[in-house]
């Protein structure tokens, strides 16, 4: 029989995994966000229950994914007391989605199975389109017993487990997908350097792009910010928030290792320039408005 | 009837570029480099005359290659006065296809012009397999007439012209080439350090660079440098010394317009520190002994 899904954050990828899984025949039994229209509105839509309790949502499923923010966030649904996933919880495997340091992922496995529960790390490399059609990337990180007993749901997710991958324990899917981003957010970084210099040498910059598709100037996101960044279509499927957040996990992975990381360092401050320009919620592809002539961060 | 053609530069690209030209039926008549065993040994195999002065290659063909290494040598070769490129040129074409400042290019034309000479860039996104296979990434600047009564010749460097741009007027290739080289340095700087955090997380290299070329992470520079980072193959195509110059010109066009590139810059302090350390001769994938933990730029 197939196991009962919940999910604790319902923003659009966890509402279009939830979605996904609802269509290939999983029962969604509850889910709970904390911006309460969000988890009414998919509730409604997929036969769920809101819940407004987190230990309600542990008592209502077998798995529970939990697709949330930041550190603070992972560390406040899994708190020791008070209302918290882990009440009663021994038994249910949850599976956490979201992009955190690798260490939170380590501390959650822990706090899992002292109160007798299991935990996955599922770290998704891949956007909102991908959830909904589940066509994502997904890394996992913990014990193997519990990603090997997971496989079904999670192949669902993954192209029919085609883009499933067991990188190894707890904290090590969480480390390759901070890297990722980290290399994904210097090649845009300097993506929108080559970009906006074209533009103000008076380069077209369709033309450029072209070339860049076509030599060593190529990379996965010439394919998909480069246009955008000219066309200043910044609406967001990554935030430039959520860069500079994992930009930083990745420099604080490599701080502690005594490791010297002038580009990652470059890009995240560029990111948080952005940020503090009020510019956070664009698409990560917004870094162009900082190099491109008379635009926003350029003082134009 | 086909052009008569000579080079002047003749290490490995402008080697491989003679010997594509001569196998397409080509005569290629004269060759001379400041090496004087690398234009003996290549003429003897082609069958060419050797020069030892600059006007003698001038006179002996109707269409010059120049294959040279900087803005310096690209000058020397077409000097106002003394032994030079230009001693009675009127009637020649000449093709100059060193990486070099685009203002460069602009002189060389306007030099050229005046003594009833034309010439053409021809910038290459490419690298030396691809000369002698007759497949290079050929970026051209110039007289749009000068360029079309080219195309014979180019296309056989070209893919068959699959791989020929016209730009614009001179300089512009020079930019274009100049911003290719740019964002291919950042994206392989940047690669360089996510593949050298992983390794001192103790992660798989090889996994990760799986990973990365399955994500957003990827780029051409995963393909090509990838796995000489991880081996420390780094036997030379493009040499890091050459990546700091190039990234050093699209460094310097912004600075000239007061554009701020602080992946650029970052990227160039890394190359120039490689060659500081001794290691300019190596190839582009260097970069990885200044991020890989126990390696030489890491005290290893």
Chains 1, 2 share one sequence.
Do not use: W
Not at 48 to 76: K, M, N, Y
Not at 137 to 142: A, D, E, K, R, S
């Amino acid at each position: 029989m197939k196991s009962t899904i919940a999910f604790v954050g319902v923003g659009r990828m966890g509402a279009n995994m939830a979605r996904r899984l609802k269509e290939q025949g999983y029962a969604v039994t509850a889910v709970y966000d904390r911006h309460a229209p969000s988890a009414k509105e998919l509730a409604a839509e997929i036969g769920a229950s809101v819940c407004t309790e987190l230990a309600a949502v542990t008592a209502a499923a077998d798995v529970i994914f939990t697709v949330v923010t930041d550190d603070a966030s992972q560390r406040g649904v899994f708190a020791a007391t008070g209302d918290s996933l882990l009440v009663k919880a021994a038994g249910k495997t949850f599976i956490n989605c979201a992009t955190i340091s690798p260490a939170v992922h380590v501390e959650i496995e822990a706090a899992a199975q002292k109160v007798g529960a299991h935990s996955l790390e599922a770290c998704m490399a891949s956007s909102i389109p991908q959830a909904l059609a589940g066509t994502l990337y997904l890394m996992c990180g913990g014990d193997q017993a519990v990603f090997e007993r997971l496989k079904p749901v999670l192949t669902e997710l993954s192209d029919q487990g085609k883009l499933l991958r067991y990188i190894g324990p707890a904290g090590t899917a969480g480390q390759v997908k901070a890297l990722v981003n980290m290399v994904m957010n210097i090649n845009t970084a300097g993506l929108a350097e080559g970009l906006g210099l074209g533009a103000t040498l008076g380069l077209d910059p369709k033309m450029l792009l072209e070339v860049f598709s076509q030599t060593g100037a190529n990379s996965r996101v010439v394919a998909t910010d480069g246009e955008d960044m000219i066309n200043r279509d910044h609406s967001c499927y990554f935030s430039a928030a959520h860069a500079a957040k994992d930009s930083g996990i990745a420099l604080a992975l490599g701080v502690e290792k005594g490791l010297s990381l002038p580009l990652a360092a470059a890009t995240k401050a560029q990111y948080d320039r952005l940020v503090a320009l009020g510019c956070g919620a664009l698409d990560k592809s917004g870094i162009a408005e900082l190099t491109f002539p008379a635009r926003k961060g350029t003082g134009g």
